[in-house]
């Protein structure tokens, strides 16, 4: 029988008949993993496949990347410039010329008439380094308005906040290695399986060699949880109390590292003053973990040879970010683990290239990490793009979680909105559906026409995405990878660094500043740019990366001049004692007193709204959800809800359900689950018109990033599931 059925179906693998492979980096998540497109002999991308000699991803992809050359041709794609004088218009088609001349003609218009600061730029995690060192130089040097942000606020400001109270700089100081070579790794709310599969791959693969604990602190079971060691269910938004708990009983036991302590930091008295009050009773009370297992944590961190710390959104999403980063920091630093193999503290990174807009974009100083409070590095910059230094804001403008409000207020007339979504993504959606609505001029660039926010847009403009251009992305570890072109820009789509040369060229400013066309002669500025910096790349170019698969900063040329194999250099910063970065060399110990200050579940809103994402959609599903191999996974809003809590409210597995915030509703289906506590739901937010009209949204006041993770809503069943499933059809048509 077995073989006679076997026999019927043998296993068949299509043929795709590539005939080449192109060399490129992964364009979704942060990971940075090596992939190959292949295309058929009519240059169509027909395939993808992980790259073997990769150090990053070792031939491996996940359920993302292994589609991604579907991308190219997927539905809703651009063609052609849109235009419209007025949003309740429709858009006619116009071409590349006409529509460079009515942008650059409405930003004149716009500044002069209200002021430089009245037009507004918010970008992405997702361009080319090359094409986020060329929008900024055009924002900050020609166009000259210091309301410029990105995305990455709603993403690794947070991070990027926490490393420099902490260390001095921006900058992640370990690698992939440290986490397969540590003795001991703590997740806070990190889920690797599903949002950096490739990062948890390597880290399994490690644990089935070398058995060392993994301890989560995330309030659902994740992923992540389920391998863990040890899940510690927090209090949503509390883990700066379970940090300060750690290191509580880290000093009352003596187990802390002095050696370290005294050659590298600061602020050690401070510091053991304020965790003083953080004992593991009165600790556990707040954060929901109990006193053993606190004491029991942070013996095995602090005795471990060399322990890591990792997170991501669990701890940036939260008005309480910027120190929860810092916590981890203060850990890390108490018990001597930053720079040594196995010990460090590292932010997973969100988007492909959220670092390199972080080190290159200007978005919140100039390039390089040069900082627009400082005057040595406005004449730097000034000088090289012949730019008056006076030309430059003395400091950062507003962060994109601000500019939205200041068009609210009528303080900003105009917004160019380059790859990102906020229709979708940010908090209280219905309050950015208003303030959109009340810009003179809304540009949207963005690879899909369909994109929500070009429905209030005047201007939209196609751009070509991912590997129909080229340039480097920088990734978790500081490893700047290359993607090289496979195919040509879909129709009429131009890539985005082609965009800003084209519109530089309509501004008087522009002339005596130089926007070279080809990505490679723009990386040759930034390695320039780079010499002396912490984020040395002078000695890199876009044919070495391609050869080494990618290259971790720093690399000087004096480290291409040696000649030696690449994989000695750039592995980790501050491996040296006193060589952080402020003026002192010494990284400072912050005390972090704790303030709860979040929405939290009440009578009339009785359940935490937890919210995240699924392996197999990315973000506002403009990509995925074309993708018919990963929409198909979920192609429909739902929310995680415990058992326990369905059946107190009569609520059956599948239903429709109505969940109500003080912002707004959305319906969404119910799946039972017990990864959730009874009190709390998890929503992903990869839906339109869904979990982002619940959310608050409160701000970090350092890092200006919305707690995404903490606000509170109700559940009303819905008698008529027919008509709930077409609401609920409706909000998810593309
Ligand atoms: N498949 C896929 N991968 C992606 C992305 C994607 O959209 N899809 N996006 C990329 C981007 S831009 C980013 S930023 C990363 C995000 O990667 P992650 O941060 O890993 O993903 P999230 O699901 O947003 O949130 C992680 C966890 O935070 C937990 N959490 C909630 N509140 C708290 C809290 O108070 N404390 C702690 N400790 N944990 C809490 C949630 O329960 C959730 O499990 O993923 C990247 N990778
Ligand atoms: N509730 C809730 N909300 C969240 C989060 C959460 O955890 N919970 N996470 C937040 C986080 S961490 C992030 S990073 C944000 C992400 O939020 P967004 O950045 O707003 O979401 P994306 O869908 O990634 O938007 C990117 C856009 O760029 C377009 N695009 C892709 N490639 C290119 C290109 O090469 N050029 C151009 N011009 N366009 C391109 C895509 O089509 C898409 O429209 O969402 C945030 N929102
Ligand atoms: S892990 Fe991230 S970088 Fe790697 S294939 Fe998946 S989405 Fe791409
Ligand atoms: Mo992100």
Redesign the pocket.
């Known amino acids: 029988m077995l073989f006679g059925r076997n026999k019927k179906n043998p296993i068949k693998i299509a043929d795709k008949e590539v005939v080449k492979w192109t060399y490129s980096t992964c364009g979704y998540c942060s990971t940075g993993c090596s992939i190959e497109v292949g295309t058929d002999a009519n240059g169509k991308p027909v395939s993808s496949r992980g790259v073997g000699g990769a150090d990053v991803n070792r031939g491996k992809l996940c359920v993302k990347g292994i589609f991604e050359h579907e991308l190219f041709e997927s539905s809703g794609r651009g063609n052609n410039p849109l235009i419209r004088e007025d949003i309740s218009q429709g858009y006619r088609e116009t071409d590349w010329d006409s529509a460079m001349d009515h942008m650059a003609s409405e930003i004149s218009r716009i500044q002069e008439t209200y002021g430089r600061d009245s037009f507004a730029v918010v970008s992405?995690?997702?361009?080319m380094t090359e094409e986020f060192y060329t929008l900024g130089k055009l924002t900050r040097g020609v166009i000259g308005t210091n309301n410029y942000d990105g995305?990455t606020t709603?993403?690794m400001a947070s991070a990027v906040s926490g490393y420099k109270r902490s260390f001095g700089s921006d900058g992640p100081p370990g690698c992939y290695e440290d986490l397969e070579q540590t003795d001991c790794l703590i997740a806070w709310g990190s889920n690797l399986p599903e949002q950096h599969p490739i990062i948890y791959w390597r880290i399994k693969e490690a644990r089935e060699h070398r058995d060392f604990p993994l301890i989560v602190v995330d309030p659902r079971v994740t992923m992540l949880a389920q391998q863990a060691d040890m899940h510690l269910a927090i209090t949503p938004g509390t883990d700066v109390v379970l940090q300060n708990a750690l290191i509580h009983v880290i000093l009352d036991e003596g187990l802390e590292d002095r050696e370290y302590i005294n050659a590298n930091t600061v602020g050690f008295e401070q510091l053991e003053m304020e965790v003083a009050k953080y004992d593991p009773v009165t600790a556990s009370k707040i954060c929901g973990i109990d006193e053993d297992t606190i004491r029991n944590v942070a013996r095995i961190y602090a005795k471990a040879g060399a322990a890591s710390s990792i997170w991501t959104?669990g701890i940036n999403?939260s008005t309480h970010g910027s120190d929860g980063v810092v916590g981890v920091n203060n850990l890390n630093l108490v018990t001597g683990n930053i720079g040594k193999p196995g010990g460090t503290s590292l932010s997973i990174t969100?988007?492909c290239n959220a670092m390199g807009t972080r080190e290159w974009s200007s978005c919140s100083g100039l390039p390089g990490y040069r900082a627009l409070e400082n005057p040595d590095d406005r004449a730097e910059i000034g000088e090289f793009w012949n730019v008056d230094p006076e030309f430059f804001p003395k400091k950062r403008g507003l962060a994109q979680t601000d500019i939205f409000p200041a068009i609210e207020l009528g303080e900003i007339k105009g917004l160019w909105l380059?790859?990102?979504?906020?229709m979708?993504?940010m908090p209280n959606t219905a309050r950015i559906r208003k303030t959109l609505e009340k810009l003179d001029f809304l540009v949207v660039?963005?690879?899909?026409a369909d994109?929500e926010t070009t429905q209030y847009a005047h201007l939209y403009l196609p751009?070509?995405?991912?590997a129909e251009k080229e340039g480097v992305f920088t990734n978790t570890e500081r490893r700047v990878n290359i993607t090289r072109q496979v195919t040509q820009p879909h129709g009429n789509s131009k890539s985005?660094l082609a965009i800003f040369n084209e519109l530089s060229k309509r501004f008087k400013q522009a002339e005596k500043v130089k926007f070279p066309e080809k990505p490679a002669q723009v990386f040759e500025e930034m390695t320039h740019l780079s010499k002396g910096r912490l984020v040395d790349i002078s000695g890199m170019s876009h044919d070495l990366i391609e050869e080494n698969r990618g290259i971790q900063w720093p690399y000087t040329s004096d480290d291409a001049a040696t000649g030696e194999p690449i994989k000695a250099g750039g592995k980790r910063l501050y491996t040296e004692p006193g060589t952080f970065r402020y003026a002192d060399g010494m990284a400072k110990l912050i005390p972090l007193p704790f303030i709860d200050n979040n929405e939290v579940p009440d009578d009339r809103f009785p359940f935490w709204l937890n919210?995240?994402?699924l392996v197999e959609h990315f973000?506002?599903r403009?990509?995925t959800g074309k993708v018919g191999n990963n929409n198909k996974y979920s192609p429909i809003p739902f929310m995680e809800l415990n058992p326990d809590a369905a059946d107190e409210l009569g609520i059956r597995s599948q239903e429709y359900v109505r969940l109500v915030s003080k912002r707004g509703d959305a319906i969404v289906m119910a799946q039972l689950t017990h990864r959730v506590p009874k009190n709390m739901i998890f929503v992903p937010?990869h839906f339109h018109d869904c979990?982002?009209r619940l959310?608050l949204g409160l701000l970090d006041p350092h890092s200006r990033q919305p707690a995404?993770k903490q606000s509170s809503v109700r559940l009303e069943k819905l008698e008529d599931q027919k008509a709930a499933a077409v609401m609920s059809m409706e909000r998810r048509e593309f």
């Open positions: 992405t995690g997702q361009l995305n709603l993403c959104m999403q969100g988007q380059v790859a990102t979504n906020p979708t993504s660039q963005d690879s899909y994109v751009a070509a995405t991912w985005d919210t995240g994402r973000h506002t403009t990509k937010f979990v982002n959310t995404y």
